[in-house]
């Protein structure tokens, strides 16, 4: 190739260079459109709040562990339970609290601790070491069948007075019943009438063994006779309830007060038997108990159940019997209620507003009782039914205090 084509082949390739170089600058400095319907976003940084450096730790030994911390919030509920106590007339009360809330802290189920100690109150106001009328002693007011139900086998004081008492009690059900049901009739004698009386005779013959299998835990300290003479009570009843349901099918309204008369007779003589069987049971444990208090303490047995009551339960459980215990009997407590509780849910059928005044009643009259006064064989248990009103509305105050104990310490830490 020539010179001059060297030099003119030179000169294309710079100016072919240069027409790109400016191409390139205009196509970086065309703004670039934006279609219409398309709008820019702006993306605005958040603004960091501003770092809050925590107070400067305590020393480790003014920060309570979480045991520490428990067992605050423990005596102050406590604390606060007892003084609410005290203002209703409770003897001992911060003993009271102490047992029945370790009780209920220690069973892997209970019902709830105010639940507990209203009970509690309800039976004795706190007389931990009081023997009732009916054979019932200590905290809980248990009677050695109930014992027996919950696997509590210390030692328990049984007598020939209390094996005849408890018989005569349950064993006299049905003739109540047949007295109730055949005293309708002789009121008034019509159709509508007699037709309520058969459907509570039906009642009370569902209900005649209602309470007896619980007799069969007395085997440790019946004879063989006990037994017997429970076997043919219930023949007997029997007997009486279907004598009954004949007379109100075929007989007069002369016949039927003539049965009356004579059930009434054999009712009002067991319930004497019983009435004076657990007076004397009653006498002899307390009498028993107190001669035990004076030898053991040295002074007065009144003294001591005024001053020193769970100190000498204690020792009374180990000479006597385990239900002066306070110990003993707040853990029969926690048992006994739930079990209670369990009854009351069924009696309730599914109503959760009554199962806790279905649980008092069945606590303090039983279910033999309670199943009658449902059915309408009983008109009316007036201690039952004040009682099943007085236990909830413990139970409330008792919450109320609990709460407003735990809104004070609320306050006094956040101001701190």
């Given amino acids: 190739m020539s010179r001059d084509w060297k030099i003119a082949a030179v000169i294309c390739s710079l100016a072919l260079m240069a027409a790109l170089a400016g191409f390139v600058s205009f196509m970086q400095t065309k703004p670039v459109q934006t279609p219409p319907h398309q709008r820019q976003v702006r993306i605005v940084a958040p603004v960091a709040e501003p770092v809050v450096e925590p107070p400067p730790a305590e020393p480790s030994s003014q920060v309570p562990t979480l045991v520490e911390a428990a067992s605050d919030d423990i005596n102050r509920r406590e604390k606060a339970l007892a003084s609410e106590l005290g203002h209703m007339w409770t003897r001992d009360p911060e003993n009271l609290v102490k047992v029945v809330d370790e009780a209920s802290r220690s069973a892997s189920t209970s019902p709830s601790v105010t639940l507990l100690l209203a009970i509690a109150h309800a039976e004795t106001n706190g007389k931990i070491l ?202 029969f407590l926690v048992q006994h209620l739930e079990r209670k509780s369990e009854e009351a849910r069924v009696l309730a059928h599914g109503n959760d507003r009554r199962v806790e005044e279905m649980t008092a009643a069945l606590y303090n009259g039983g279910s033999h009782n309670v199943k009658r006064m449902l059915a309408g064989l009983i008109s009316s248990l007036p201690e039952t039914q004040r009682y099943m009103k007085k236990v909830p509305a413990t139970r409330r105050r008792l919450d109320a205090t609990i709460a407003e104990a735990g809104m004070v310490r609320l306050t006094r830490t956040v101001a701190r």
């Avoid at 053991?296 to 002066?324: C, H, N, P």
Wanted: proline share 2%; charged share 30%; hydrophobic share 40%.
């Fill in 130 to 331: 009081d023997v009732s009328e009916a054979g019932a002693v200590g905290l809980a007011q248990a009677t050695p069948i109930a014992c027996r139900q919950e696997k509590f086998d210390g030692k328990l004081y049984v007598t020939d007075d209390y094996l005849e008492g408890a018989r005569a009690y349950i064993m006299k059900k049905p003739l109540g019943d047949a007295d109730t049901i055949a005293s309708l009739i002789v009121t008034r004698d019509d159709a509508r009438t007699r037709r309520r009386a058969k459907r509570l005779l039906h009642s009370a013959v569902e209900l005649r063994l209602e309470g007896v299998n619980e007799l069969d835990l007395l085997e440790p300290w019946a004879p063989a006779e006990f037994f017997t003479s429970v076997r043919n009570a219930k023949l007997h009843n029997l007997h009486v309830l279907q004598q009954l349901e004949h007379l109100l099918d075929h007989g007069s309204r002369a016949q039927i007060r003539t049965f009356r008369n004579h059930v009434r007779d054999e009712y009002r003589g067991m319930k004497q038997t019983q009435f004076d069987a657990w007076s004397r049971y009653q006498r002899d444990l307390a009498g028993r108990r107190d001669a035990l208090l004076q030898r053991r303490f040295g002074m007065s047995a009144s003294e001591v159940k005024k001053t020193m009551a769970y100190e000498a339960g204690e020792y009374l459980a180990i000479e006597l019997d385990q239900r002066f215990s306070a110990r003993q009997m707040s853990a």
